[in-house]
């Protein structure tokens, strides 16, 4: 079975500081990947995903995640977080063709003003 | 073009009642899916239909049936509610292209048991 693991659970960052959360995976085959936020009290939405292609993606709001197949890691940058950042943050996977997505426990990062 | 919602919004039940989670999504997607989420757990898969006609169970599916009446909607039920099963529950529906898949989520049900 596959799983995903985010080793930071809690972060607290200033503003204008820069951001990496790290998302690993055990799974020998070919994946999809994905990072979803959930900011307080909403739901959750897709931040970016890779599926094939450049190892460097970008999704919204100045997000970028970077796969490195070797490490089994895709993790999550962004060069300077806002306050409108604060929000939990997780990391899926999902295999090529498969029909189960398998989500991370969770990174709940807090910008402090 | 309303994506995926979930109904209700919040409820409170009492330990051994019944209720139903309702999902319905308008992206014409095929495979729907229903998870909880717990502090300190992330999301856990409780059951997810791969198409009309087919269901599946997850990581956690004990204490749960699920429905999938059409295309468009995919409903949860629990028969006799315990506190175990207080949680936000989430529905997610998930575009296929090229077998490369993207879920999509609604906005998720509180449910407190009591």
């Known amino acids: 079975a596959q799983s995903v693991s985010q080793h930071n659970h809690h972060v607290i960052l200033s503003e204008a500081a820069s951001l990496e959360l790290g998302c690993n995976y055990s799974?020998?085959?070919?994946?999809?990947l994905f990072w979803y936020v959930q900011y307080p009290g909403q739901h959750l939405q897709l931040l970016l995903k890779?599926?094939?292609?450049?190892?460097l993606v970008k999704g919204i709001k100045g997000f970028e995640a970077e796969f490195i197949k070797s490490k089994f890691s895709f993790n999550l940058r962004k060069p300077s977080v806002q306050w409108s950042d604060t929000a939990e943050y997780f990391c899926?996977?999902?295999?090529?063709?498969?029909?189960?997505?398998?989500f991370g426990t969770g990174t709940s990062l807090t910008v402090i003003p | 073009n309303a994506g995926v919602t979930q109904t209700p919004k919040f409820q409170v039940l009492k330990t051994g009642q019944s209720m139903t989670l309702q999902c319905a999504q308008d992206?014409?997607?095929?495979?729907m899916y229903w998870y909880r989420q717990d502090p300190g757990m992330g999301l856990r898969l409780i059951y997810y239909?791969?198409?009309?006609?087919?269901?599946d169970k997850g990581e956690v599916p004990n204490g749960y049936n699920v429905s999938r009446l059409n295309k468009r909607e995919f409903s949860l039920r629990l028969e006799s509610a315990a506190p175990s099963q207080t949680s936000v529950y989430f529905c997610?529906?998930?575009?296929?292209?090229?077998?490369?898949?993207?879920?999509?989520f609604g906005p998720g049900t509180r449910l407190l048991v009591l």
């Open positions: 997610a529906s998930s575009e296929l292209d090229s077998r490369r898949e993207t879920q999509y």
């Open positions: 239909s791969a198409s009309e006609g087919t269901t």
């Open positions: 992206m014409n997607h095929n495979s």
């Open positions: 890779y599926f094939s292609g450049d190892p």
């Open positions: 899926a996977v999902n295999a090529i063709g498969g029909n189960q997505f398998y």
């Open positions: 799974y020998g085959g070919t994946v999809n």
